[in-house]
């Protein structure tokens, strides 16, 4: 349990506006490289994704009440449709079409669970579902932080050298130093980069002060709505497994999925898609990322998402900002990633121990192992042009098999007294 001086200094009211913004850093800088990989990977303007991230941030949180503890970026589901609409059938323009109708798509079924209540989430998500898929979000990403942290013997000294510092930061540090790991990570390993050499200043140097991001204006083809508007339904089935994951990483004092509401996180997620469409951004998405941070530092106070939005924007605005954070190096944030990706895999096995799960039952072994090996195994699932990736594709197959498999009066008194 922990002492009275490290839940005092782990309530963000209790800490100085100083202490505050570097926790938001924090939380910004954990997620800057995935942010600013979709926009690359696709064609579009990675300071208008960060812009978009930023604000869409902001947008989420006024919709969800200000109560959750969630960062918004983008989402990695939309890369294959986005690329091709950018490609073959219109450009960037067509394509934000495309996002905006995503993010309607969300609205509707944000209404319809509004209507049917959050009962009906709990039910085809119970703990032997929720568990298996929380985990397999941190495996997923677990080779992301081996790529980043390999290629060579300096990158791996760079990548443990972060991983040394965060971690002896979270076990040994005192006082606020302890809930900022990633930080302390950072910097030791980017001072270990510059040591080595790795590090590439020109960033800084060639870019200016200040400039807007590109903002582009969206179009409306029905070609590239039909090809990427019907990808919201895959991101919804993660975005589901990222707000159970967060709900379950603050502790079941917080259901989120009530209070304020799966129908108001998935509203936010999609208003803060459509804004993006209409600026030119990627479509946003709650990150598993976030969800690492907030079970290594237990500091689950939303204000401190709100602050990394706000670097978020700051980045695209500030050129020079941007990048500074664009000098640290691949395997520091890739040491800092096998953390992360760790964390969210353990609050996964959290919420099968704590829901006292029975792997005795041959009913939750079959259902648990099989998210875990459709998840980790890079399963894929294409209906003409959506694809439903692997993580979407094990949350189906495990909310399908609950459904249908029977189990004992144990196991279904179990998943009733969730809803």
């Known amino acids: 349990m922990e002492s009275r001086r490290d839940e005092a200094v782990r ?37 208008v994704a960060l812009f978009t991230a930023g604000v869409g941030t902001w947008l989420f949180h006024f919709i969800t009440k200000k109560k959750v503890p969630a960062y918004l970026g983008s989402s990695f589901a939309f890369i294959a449709p986005i690329a091709l609409v950018i490609e073959q059938h219109g450009g960037v323009p067509a394509a934000q079409g495309g996002i905006i109708f995503a993010g309607i798509i969300y609205a509707i079924v944000a209404f319809i669970i509004y209507k049917v209540g959050p009962s009906l989430i709990k039910r085809i998500f119970p703990p032997i579902v929720t568990g298996p898929v929380i985990m397999t979000i941190g495996l997923i990403l677990a080779p992301v932080a081996i790529d980043m942290a390999g290629g060579s013997t300096l990158n791996v000294v760079v990548a443990v050298a972060s991983l040394l510092g965060a971690i002896i930061a979270a076990i040994f540090a005192k006082g606020f130093l302890k809930i900022v790991p990633i930080i302390v990570g950072l910097v030791t390993g980017y001072i270990v980069a510059i040591i080595v050499g790795i590090v590439d200043f020109s960033p800084v140097m060639d870019n200016a002060w200040l400039g807007l991001p590109a903002f582009t204006v969206p179009v409306f083809k029905m070609r590239a709505i039909t090809i ?13 497994g990222d707000i159970l994951a967060i709900s379950e990483t603050i502790g079941k004092g917080r259901e989120l999925v009530t209070d304020p509401g799966i129908h108001r996180t998935m509203l936010g997620d999609g208003m803060a898609t459509a804004l993006a469409g ?48 664009e000098t640290i190096p691949t395997p520091v944030i890739g040491g800092i990633s096998f953390l992360l990706y760790g964390m969210i895999t353990v609050v996964g096995i959290r919420t099968l121990v704590e829901s006292q799960t029975d792997f005795k039952e041959s009913r939750n072994l079959v259902i648990g192992g099989t998210i875990l090996v459709l998840g980790i195994g890079g399963a894929v699932l294409k209906l003409g042009r959506v694809e439903f990736s692997s993580l979407a594709l094990a949350a189906l197959a495990g909310v399908v098999l609950n459904l249908v498999l029977p189990g004992t009066r144990e196991d279904t008194e179990s998943t009733a007294s969730l809803g």
């Not at 598993?288 to 602050?307: F, H, Q, S, W």
């Open 11 to 47: 309530d963000i009211k209790k800490l100085s506006t100083f202490q505050g913004v570097f926790l938001g850093l924090q939380h910004a800088l954990a997620m800057f490289g995935a942010t600013i990989l979709v926009p690359i990977l696709t064609g579009l303007h990675v300071s």
């Open 228 to 240: 990427i508007a019907p990808v919201a339904i895959v991101s919804m089935v993660e975005h589901v």
């Open 278 to 325: 209409i600026f030119g951004g990627p479509p946003n998405t709650t990150y598993g990322e976030n969800t690492g941070v907030l079970a290594l530092t237990k500091v689950y106070d939303p204000v401190v998402m709100r602050i990394a939005a706000t670097f978020a924007i700051a980045m695209a605005v500030i050129p020079k900002f941007g990048g500074l954070i």
